[in-house]
């Protein structure tokens, strides 16, 4: 991962990581099923975008790389296997 992204990566992921802390505290407290889903559901739209933000770290760094330094097979199948986990 490129140091130009990390800390916004770092950032995000501790927002998540406050984020989860804060349900487990909502269940603990027995708040309803509906608000726990809610808050749920945003935490995996925000474990999401760490994702993408990652992974176009991956694209704008290492494939374009692969591409210079003319590995483009190489470069292809790491890409698909990166997508592949990601997805």
Not at 57 to 63: A, R
Request: glycine share 6%.
């Amino acid at each position: 991962m490129s140091s130009h992204k990390l800390p916004e990566v770092i950032d995000r992921l501790a927002k998540i990581e406050g984020h989860v802390r804060g349900i487990k505290k909502m269940a603990e407290d027995g708040r309803s099923c509906e608000e726990l889903l809610l808050q749920v559901s945003a935490i995996k739209a925000a474990i999401n975008k760490v994702g993408r933000v990652i992974l176009e770290d991956y694209l704008e760094d290492c494939v374009i790389d692969g591409i210079r330094q003319q590995n483009d097979a190489e470069t292809v199948e790491r890409m698909k296997k990166a997508l592949e986990k990601f997805i």
